[in-house]
């Protein structure tokens, strides 16, 4: 009878086992596809496939909404796209999953920064600025240079900035911010250096010739200035700097 009783308790216990096992392994498959959806979702988004790339991401929460990686592609599927509260939705919940994931604070601090709010933009540059371990805090700070700048806080943007480029001297578009600061600020040799130089680096990006044109044009070099906002307007036709641009040349 004790015998009996024992094996009962021993078969209960196995098919507890195995089931458990079972389930599992089917969890792992799961959290698989929801993966393998994701990452699908993430080359949609590198090709500038909108609708697939939030279909599949979509379909990846659907079966796994817990997954961080999931709620930060779509953060930055809604940033892209200008919903920036969205964005800060989706990036807060990544948070919530994963606290240790910091670039997301510094994501949150960029929709903020688009939409105006530039004192949580600080905040939460800030709280990167002070992780000591973070990889890449020469973000955070070229972002909390612009910030200052949106703020007309000039001084302060311009320490941030060049805080930034002291951790990483090739890093274009703080050099770029410090340029349009120190323009800001009156210095505008400085400015033009900083410009030339975010140039060579990268001359395909319109925003540096037009401050560059404008740093010519504040210095009365107007051959000089002419030919950086014709620049704006070839490497931008159909933008609105460019129509800034040409309209500057006509006067």
């Excluded at 997301?104 to 530039?118: D, F, H, T």
């Excluded at 600061?181 to 400085?190: N, R, W």
């Amino acid at each position: 009878m004790k015998t009996n009783h024992i094996c009962t308790i021993f078969c209960m216990l196995l098919i507890f086992f195995l089931s458990s096992c079972a389930a599992s392994k089917d969890d792992i498959m799961l959290k698989d596809k929801a993966e393998s959806l994701r990452k699908l979702g993430e080359a949609y988004m590198a090709e500038n496939k909108t609708a697939p790339a939030f279909r599949k991401l979509k379909e990846a929460e659907k079966i796994d909404p817990d997954d961080p990686y999931t709620q930060f592609d779509l953060g930055i599927f809604y940033f892209n796209k200008k919903k920036y509260d969205l964005a800060i939705k989706r990036y807060q919940r990544c948070m919530e999953l994963k606290p240790d994931f910091a670039s997301v604070r510094n994501n949150i601090g960029l929709a903020y920064l688009q939409k105006g709010e530039y004192d949580k933009a600080i905040e939460n540059f800030k709280e990167l600025t002070d992780n000591y371990v973070y990889a890449t805090p020469h973000y955070p700070l070229a972002n909390l240079g612009q910030a200052y700048y949106y703020k007309n806080d000039f001084h302060l943007a311009e320490k941030y900035l060049k805080e930034a480029l002291d951790l990483e001297p090739r890093f274009v578009v703080a050099i770029h911010w410090l340029g349009r600061t120190q323009l800001a600020l009156g210095k505008t040799s400085e400015a033009i250096q900083n410009l030339e130089k975010a140039i060579q680096m990268n001359a395909s990006v319109p925003e540096i010739y037009f401050d560059l044109g404008k740093a010519y044009q504040a210095m009365g070099l107007k051959t000089k200035s002419k030919n950086a906002f014709q620049r704006v307007v070839e490497l931008d036709p159909e933008g609105g700097l460019a129509a800034q641009a040409k309209n500057i040349m006509n006067r």
